[in-house]
Structures are given as structure tokens and as C-alpha cells.
């Protein structure tokens, strides 16, 4: 059987690499036969587009194999979706979200980075641009083989610093902007873990708190289902309508909000139905919360498309600008065709790898079910959908990664004052019975908030008084133990120390390889 499997997984990789190498040969059909399809273009020009576009969907393969992982993981993860559906969900809301709403960042990543006045010849332009992108896509393959958790935000940025240095020197950087961007790299994380940890204790305080659990979810479920929708629902009016109408922030606000009015009122009460159908346990709440984290899984890799294609068609807009009008860095708007070309590049690198590493984070990293998955979702799409709106070009993988530590952080330091709290009791318990502790800790695990803190403080006074009698008290140690515990069961620092190296290594990695690459392609064109 194994000698098999092995079989197996030999074909499957030539299956796959077959298919991306066919991806990249009908990318570059696909460009000549659209935007390098000009009369008045040299034929230097020509196949520098050809060349170009198909670097350009080598980017967007990768980042869609990649990156999807921190969409789709936890859906998987928590078993709210299979690997299929997954991919299928994905691949179209990737492609929809580029297509729709990637226009903002892609000028951000087109000449936010660098300052293009100070570059007077077109054809040095491109030359930055095709080696930050072909930089950007290397480096990022090469982590990847090496299961280095890097970003493609972070790829494509440095690699276009570097190649800017390169072709001026260090007075081409926008360090204002880049300025910025670090910032927002700080920020992202750590919003999308607050918002993770926030989500996870509303709905903890709400609900799996609650002794008639059921109920609780039947009236919390649709009001976390009604905020997903005003989330979307606003995002579409300001980014989807965006082609046909201007639509301002207030009104997409109050546009957003009636949708969820009609949504809320729509399931509210199948919602409640199925909710008395399951058992008065977490399993059963958990159960309501699949579609939900279906449906706010969808809803990142909208926001996901929308953002990171940049990172793979923003230099390809650029060098198209460049060879096609001799412009630099216009305000024109990126062709229909390149958006098209990012948006097929995510989905093909999906299809086609995406599912080792979505199977690796919603599985490996840490323990999941829908309700830690769908708080870690619906952050991280709240945190992009932002960014994106901003013109930000922020890190999904630091913001995903940032929510699943929230999640992780929050669900230490409950776990740790619950431990807190049975050693109260315990000490309250000092003498007593094995089995009549127990049974008051089952008690006190099922009680509800308030009727927890009542029966706390009466432990606490029992144990004060029996440390008072007979001059003992509760072994310190033991709940430092449980602390202990609970911090190497739940969130595994040298991860995040791993992480953060990944992050510091790939912004200087990718400028030294994208200088190198622009004198190689300075001295091709040349």
C-alpha cells in the first residue's frame, strides 16, 4: 500500500506540474493575443509582454496556492467544508474579488513603492518591474519548497524596492510609503488577532456560557450571520457597484445594514428551528456555525482576491503601461485583461496545490472547530476588507496568522483562570470527598457566568476559613502548574518566533535578488 501511495503521489505531481506548465503557455498565448496584440509595438516589446504575463500568472499561481491556506484552512479545519468544496468556493470567490475590487491596491503596488518621475526612460521602468515580479515570484517559490511561512505582500514590496535602488538609487523609494506600509504590517496582525479573540469571547459569553445553550444560539447565530452580511454588503457597494455607480461611505453603511436587516429576519427563525434540533451541548452550538464560517470563508477569499492580486498583476500593469504607451505609472486604469489574468493565476494555483497547505493549517497549527474557525474568518476578512478599501496592500497571511494566535491567546487565558478558579474550589474542597469535588466542578463548569463568580467567592471564603483552622492553604504551585500548561498546550511561542523571523528575512531577501535580476534584464534589453 505504501509502494502505491508513492505511485500515486509521483504521478500527481507530474499531473500538477504539467497543468501549471500549460497554464503559463496559454497565459502567453493569452497575451499576444490581447494586450501584446498591437501593430505599433516593436517586437522586443512584444515578447517582453509574452514574458512578462506569464511571470505575472507564475506570481499568481503561487500566491493562490499559498495564500488560500489562511482562507480556507479553518473551514476545513473545523470540518464545516471538505478539500473540495473548499477549492471549488475559493477559486471563485478569489476570481470575483480580483476581477471586482483589486483595482486600489494594484495602483498601489504599480507606483506607491517607488517614485516613478524620477525615472525618465519607460523601458528602465519595466526593467524594475519585471525583475521585482520575477523576484518576487522565485523567492516565494523557493520558501514555499523550503516550508518557509513567508508573505507575498512582503515578496513583491521588497522586491520592487530593491529593483528601484537598483535602477536609482536609494532617493527612488517612497519611504513615506513605505513607512506605511511597515506600519500597517504591524497593525494587521495584531487587529486581526483582537478582532479574533473578540468574535470568540462574544460568542463564548453569549452562548457556550450559557446553561440553555441552544437558546442562546438560536438569537445570537443570525444577529453574527446579519454582521457578516453589513461587512459584505457595505464592501460590495463601495467596491462592486464602484464599475456602474459611486456609491459614498454613509450610504454603502446604510445600504449594508438593511441588507442585514432582511437577512436577519430572513433566517431567524429557521435558524431557531434547527437550533432546538441539536443537543444542549458545545457540539450542537457548534453545528449552527457551519454555515456561517462557510459563508465568511467565502467572503475572505473575496477579499483576498481583492487584495493580494495585486502582488502578481501590479508590476505587469506597470510594464504594460510602460512598453504599451511609453508611460509611467499613469492613472490609468489596469486592463481588463491583466485583471483577468491575476484572477485566473490564483485560482489555477489553488486547483492545482492548494490543498496540501490548507489541510496543513487547518489541522497542524492548532485545534479548531467552527466557532474558533469562524471568529478567525471573519477577523481576518474584516481586517483585509479594510486594508483593501484603504489602498493598503497589508499581509493576509500575517493578518490570518495574527487571528488564529488571537484566538490561540484568548482560549490560553481562559483555560488558565479556569484553572485559577478549580484550585479556588479545590481549596474550598480541602478534606473533602474525591467524588464530591467532581461533582461540584461539573456543576461549576456548567453553571453560567454569574452563578460561576457566586459560587467562586464562596469557595474562596470556605478555603480562607479552613486555611485559618488549620494554618493550610492551596498549593501555589499547582496552579502555576496549570498556567504552565496551558501556555505550551495552546499557543506555541517558538511558531510565532519562526513567523516573525520569516517576515524580518523576506523584505531584504527579495530587494538583494530583485538588484541582481535588474541588471540581468537591463543587459537582455539592452
Not at 497593525?187 to 442562546?216: C, H, M, N, Q, W
Amino acid at each position: 500500500m505504501p509502494k502505491r501511495n508513492r505511485f500515486i503521489a509521483r504521478h500527481l505531481e507530474v499531473l500538477q506540474l504539467g497543468g501549471a506548465l500549460l497554464f503559463l503557455l496559454l497565459t502567453g498565448l493569452y497575451a499576444s493575443l490581447t494586450g501584446a496584440a498591437d501593430a505599433s509595438l516593436s517586437t522586443s516589446a512584444v515578447w517582453l509582454l509574452i514574458v512578462a504575463a506569464a511571470v505575472g500568472a507564475y506570481m499568481a499561481m503561487n500566491i493562490g496556492a499559498n495564500d488560500v491556506a489562511n482562507n480556507m484552512g479553518p473551514a476545513v479545519g473545523s470540518g464545516a467544508m471538505t478539500m473540495g468544496w473548499a477549492i471549488v468556493v475559493a477559486a471563485v470567490f478569489e476570481a470575483v474579488g480580483a476581477i471586482v475590487a483589486g483595482g486600489d491596491v494594484v495602483g498601489t503596488i504599480k507606483g506607491g513603492i517607488i517614485d516613478p518621475a524620477a525615472i525618465s526612460d519607460a523601458s528602465m521602468f519595466a526593467a524594475v518591474m519585471f525583475a521585482a515580479l520575477l523576484a518576487g515570484a522565485l523567492w516565494l517559490n523557493l520558501a514555499t519548497a523550503l516550508g518557509a511561512p513567508v508573505s507575498t505582500t512582503h515578496s513583491i514590496i521588497g522586491a520592487v524596492m530593491g529593483a528601484g535602488i537598483a535602477a536609482g538609487g536609494w532617493g527612488l523609494v517612497n519611504w513615506g510609503t513605505i513607512g506605511s506600509i511597515v506600519i500597517s504590517w504591524v497593525i494587521s496582525p495584531v487587529s486581526g488577532g483582537i478582532i479574533a479573540a473578540l468574535f470568540l469571547y462574544i460568542i463564548k459569553r453569549s452562548v457556550t456560557y450559557k446553561s440553555d445553550k441552544t437558546e442562546a444560539a438560536a438569537r445570537v447565530v443570525p444577529i453574527m450571520i446579519a454582521l457578516m452580511v453589513w461587512s459584505y454588503g457595505t464592501y460590495m457597494l463601495l467596491k462592486g457597484m464602484g464599475q456602474l455607480v459611486k456609491v459614498g461611505f454613509v450610504p454603502a453603511l446604510i445600504g449594508g445594514g438593511v441588507l442585514a436587516l432582511v437577512v436577519w429576519a430572513l433566517i431567524r427563525g429557521p435558524i431557531a428551528r434547527r437550533a432546538m434540533a441539536q443537543d444542549n451541548s458545545k457540539d450542537g452550538v457548534n453545528r449552527l456555525f457551519t454555515w456561517p464560517l462557510v459563508c465568511s470563508a467565502a467572503l475572505l477569499s473575496f477579499a483576498h482576491g481583492a487584495n493580494d492580486v495585486a502582488n502578481a498583476i501590479g508590476p505587469l500593469a506597470a510594464i504594460y503601461e510602460a512598453v504599451k504607451a511609453g508611460a509611467i505609472a499613469t492613472k490609468a486604469g489596469t486592463p481588463m485583461w491583466i485583471m483577468v489574468l491575476g484572477a485566473l493565476g490564483l485560482s489555477v494555483g489553488l486547483a492545482l496545490y492548494g490543498a496540501k497547505l490548507i489541510r496543513t493549517v487547518g489541522k497542524e497549527i492548532t485545534e479548531l472547530d467552527n466557532i474558533r474557525a469562524y471568529s478567525i474568518a471573519m477577523a481576518a476578512t474584516l481586517t483585509v476588507i479594510v486594508a483593501s478599501q484603504m489602498g493598503m496592500p497589508v499581509s493576509t497571511t500575517h493578518i490570518s496568522i495574527g487571528a488564529v494566535f488571537g484566538v490561540g491567546f484568548l482560549r490560553e487565558l481562559l483555560k488558565v483562570n479556569y484553572a485559577k478558579m478549580e484550585a479556588a474550589v479545590r481549596a474550598g474542597h480541602q478534606g473533602a470527598d474525591r467524588d464530591e469535588v467532581e461533582s461540584y466542578l461539573q456543576r461549576f463548569e456548567a453553571a453560567e457566568v454569574h452563578e460561576k463568580k457566586r459560587m467562586l467567592a464562596e469557595m474562596k471564603q470556605r478555603a480562607k476559613a479552613q486555611a485559618l483552622a488549620d494554618g493550610t492553604v492551596f498549593a501555589k504551585k499547582e496552579r502555576k502548574a496549570f498556567k504552565k500548561a496551558y501556555k505550551q498546550e495552546i499557543v506555541k511561542r517558538s511558531a510565532v518566533m519562526r513567523i516573525v523571523a520569516a517576515w524580518i528575512v523576506t523584505v531584504p531577501a527579495t530587494a538583494l535578488l530583485a538588484a541582481l535580476l535588474f541588471y540581468v534584464v537591463r543587459a537582455v534589453m539592452n
